[in-house]
């Protein structure tokens, strides 16, 4: 959001207005230190330490009106300090949940600081299944997150319907396990997993929410004080009911198990009776919910992998089997078999040294002697080490490497090195189906983050672009023309200008330095075009500027702040892109052959001639017959014209603005002069002496006086003395037959040359050689008396003068 609305990220909550307000809150009804009274949505209030004692705070962030770019629609919960409402982003068209604490909460240190930590640990955390932050700051009313608004109700709403299928409840079950394992990646501990604090989308993917109780693993906070209990008693672990202080990762594994006991029972995990669970899962789940940390599964990885074979039903084949055993179903065989004589498993594996033949329950080689247990362990080290790095960059997102890295484990044919085939499988899975689900989120995001760039809204682009990994910074999504890398560098640059732009703007009023201000107004506004403080700016510099300039009267108040002014009085026009028939109309082949022309860019071309006062104030001379300072400049050979722009180009002011100049093409200058008409001129078919400073007789051979640009009238597109007065200087080299062959898109002219072109007309020149469409030429290096003719046509007297044509780097993204 552009100031006054900038901020940061945010999280996610259940878009169900409707739902019951009793069963919603801040995402588990309390997570502020709030009304611990109310019933909780994981069966119970989640504690905290925050005092609830009024600390004046003040952390000097910008306060934001969230009105001016969300609509609200109702209220999703309430807790002691605050509420969750959902809302629509009318610049993104999506829905989103805004939370925030009120009250005397919003002026606590200890509240703000903990609704910050939320913000900053899932802003950290890119997953899809972690609810996103997508913004943060604060309004009026306190502080706020903008989140993800996830549709499907509460994984607690599912678990009150009873008990969920042990299949649903598995996949469930592994997807919290993949963002977790995002967020313990990140040395992210959550304090508070429970069916209340996972949402589901609509399509049933669930999602990891409320961070409020966060930590970082790795760092003493000061947020969490010496026995203080936080968290939901009937998930939380037993160290963490000792006090905060003791957890860590594995306490988030209990209350993961605690979780996934409701998912299986439909019964809160307050008195656990593991002969509700499924058989096959009761020892996983068992060892999952040991009271001391040591005896649990070490990571969420582990744990995941354990219940997976459990749930397969498959026997771990890395144990040791007596002699005829199958490690597969464990049914006893002759010992001379070689597949097992109830599931056809093979019995017979290769020595993990000579490679001859063995039963797979011997210790030694017949062959070789080689004992294989200490090669089993080797090698099965090995397989964990390769499945560790799977997992890791799967986390990163890393999907190439991942699959890469995987390959060895799923490769094995040895029933001993077996242990990581259900995990394989399982792994080749999550990998593709993360992939899918990341390429459409990546999708999204940079749409999103493009929508931003239009909004002007840079910091806010580069949030949302932050949320894509690091590994898929260069991932190409059809149908976009940036990647994420290349979005992110123009965002970044754009926004650095812009704070560069605002510091020197802001500098320089209070300093009343205003002389040369108006170019870095002019790039701001570009930057920040929703600017009224600016804008206003730049309409009292335009008026000083214009009326120091004599050149007042060519701008209406009203539209002061949409063209560009220089450091020297200059004034452009946006032309926008467009198509027209170039050359004279009808007019089938020749030096002015009609054809089609598109103008792709849009650019800013000089409302005025230039005029002696601007070429002197640059050149530090003037060449001109007729003198005067508002008259054009005229009597310049191409050379001195370009040389103009180049050190106008070159002034620190233009320079800081971000503006070079050049010469415009013979294309953009005659799809400015006709201004959307298809006439001889851009006021019709004839051309007044109220409209246009030109010869009465046409008498070429005789100097006709020029006049002070902007004495008639416009043409419709504001641009002045397009017909008469001087000719004016094109970048294109001179070419009779080029229209025969001129591209369509932004034609520029021949390579080479020896002439340049000419457009417009003069003062000596009769109305028909001041058409729109009609073609001067003269020689590049050649003196201001010297003539030349053009097609025969004509004779120019070197009364050749410029229109400028502006770029604006700080625009080029």
Not at 230 to 235: A, M
Not at 513 to 518: C, K, R, S
Not at 650 to 676: F, H, I, N, Q, V
Not at 690 to 695: E, W
Request: charged share 25%; aromatic share 8%.
């Amino acid at each position: 959001m552009p100031d006054p609305e900038d901020s940061l990220g945010g999280e996610t909550f259940s878009g169900d207005a409707k739902a019951d307000r009793t069963e919603q809150s801040l995402g588990d009804e309390n997570t502020m230190g709030g009304d611990t009274s109310a019933d909780s949505l994981g069966d119970q209030s989640t504690l905290g330490d925050s005092h609830t004692e009024e600390e004046l705070f003040d952390d000097e962030m910008e306060l934001v009106d969230l009105s001016t770019r969300y609509t609200e629609e109702g209220v999703l919960g309430k807790g002691g300090f605050g509420e969750v409402v959902v809302a629509t982003d009318t610049r993104l068209g999506r829905k989103v949940a805004i939370k925030r604490i009120q009250g005397k909460a919003a002026r606590s240190k200890k509240a703000v600081q903990r609704f910050l930590t939320e913000a900053k640990s899932i802003a950290a955390l890119s997953h899809n299944n972690i609810v996103q932050i997508y913004d943060y700051g604060r309004a009026t009313d306190g502080p706020f997150l903008i989140m993800e608004c996830v549709q499907g109700g509460s994984l607690y709403d599912k678990c009150k319907a009873g008990p969920i299928e042990l299949e649903e409840a598995v996949n469930i079950f592994s997807q919290i396990c993949d963002g977790l394992a995002k967020a313990h990646a990140e040395n992210i501990i959550h304090r508070d997993i429970k069916p209340a604090n996972i949402l589901l989308t609509e399509d049933g993917v669930p999602k990891l929410t409320d961070f409020g109780l966060a930590k970082d693993d790795t760092a003493d906070t000061g947020m969490t004080m010496e026995g203080a209990v936080i968290g939901t008693l009937d998930f939380m672990p037993p160290e963490q009911r000792q006090g905060a202080e003791f957890t860590d990762h594995r306490s988030d594994l209990w209350s993961l198990a605690a979780t996934f006991y409701q998912m299986l029972t439909g019964e809160p995990p307050r008195v656990i009776d593991l002969e509700l669970v499924p058989l096959g899962i009761r020892p996983v789940l068992a060892k999952a919910l040991k009271s001391k940390k040591e005896d649990r599964f070490q990571s969420v990885h582990e744990m995941r992998e354990k219940i997976l074979q459990a749930h397969s039903g498959k026997m771990d084949t890395s144990r040791t089997l007596t002699e005829g055993e199958c490690p597969q179903c464990a049914t006893p065989n002759a010992p001379d078999r070689k597949f097992c004589r109830e599931c056809s498993s093979q019995l017979q594996v290769n020595c993990l040294k000579c490679e001859q033949a063995m039963a797979i329950w011997d210790k030694g080689c017949g062959e070789c002697g080689a004992q294989q247990t200490p090669l089993v362990d080797e090698a099965l080290a090995d397989l964990k080490k390769m499945h560790d790095q799977a997992e890791s960059l799967l986390v990163d997102l890393d999907f190439e490497a991942a699959a890469e890295k995987s390959k060895g484990v799923g490769s094995q044919m040895d029933s001993r090195l077996q242990q990581y085939a259900d995990w394989h499988q399982d792994f080749s899975t999550r990998l593709e189906s993360s992939r899918t689900s990341e390429l459409a989120r990546i999708e999204g995001l940079l749409q999103e983050a493009l929508a931003h760039e239009q909004a002007f809204d840079y910091e806010s682009g580069l949030q949302t672009l932050e949320q894509i990994a690091p590994a898929l910074k260069q991932t190409t999504i059809t149908g976009i023309i940036d990647t994420p890398e290349e979005l992110n560098d123009r965002l970044t640059t754009k926004q650095t200008r812009l704070r560069e732009l605002e510091g020197i703007v802001r500098e320089r009023v209070t300093k009343k330095d205003l002389v040369g201000l108006l170019p870095f107004v002019n790039a701001l506004l570009t930057l920040r075009p929703d600017r009224p403080d600016v804008q206003k700016l730049k309409i009292q510099l335009v008026e000083r500027c214009l009326e120091r300039t004599g050149q007042f009267r060519f701008v209406p108040a009203a539209s002061q702040h949409s063209a560009l002014t220089n450091s020297i009085g200059m004034i452009f026009l946006l032309v926008q892109s467009g198509e027209f028939v170039m050359g004279e109309p009808g007019c089938g082949s020749g030096e002015n052959q009609a054809h089609q022309v598109r103008i792709t860019r849009p650019f800013h071309l000089g409302m005025l001639q230039v005029t002696q006062q601007q070429y002197e104030s640059v050149m530090g001379d003037n060449p001109s017959i007729f003198q005067g300072p508002h008259l054009p400049v005229e009597h310049l050979s191409w050379l001195q014209a370009t040389e103009f722009a180049k050190r106008l180009s070159a002034k620190e002011d233009e320079k800081m603005a971000g503006y070079s100049y050049r010469l415009p093409t013979e294309a953009e200058w005659e799809y400015a002069c006709r201004a959307g008409t298809t006439n001889d001129f851009s006021f019709g078919n004839s051309l007044r002496h109220s409209q246009a400073n030109f010869s009465q007789n046409g008498r070429q051979e005789i100097a006709q006086p020029t006049s002070p640009v902007g004495s008639f009238e416009p043409n419709p597109w504001g641009f002045y003395d397009m017909h008469g007065n001087v000719w004016e200087w094109c970048s294109d080299w001179f070419d009779s037959e080029y229209f025969e062959k001129s591209p369509t898109d932004d034609p520029r002219g021949p390579s080479k040359g020896t002439h340049h072109t000419l457009r417009g007309g003069a003062a000596s020149n009769a109305d028909y050689e001041c058409f729109s469409y009609m073609r001067g030429e003269a020689s590049t290096c050649d003196g201001p008396v010297e003539r030349h003719h053009a097609g025969g046509r004509f004779e120019a007297l070197g009364d050749f003068g410029i229109r400028l044509v502006s770029e604006i780097r700080t625009n080029s993204g």
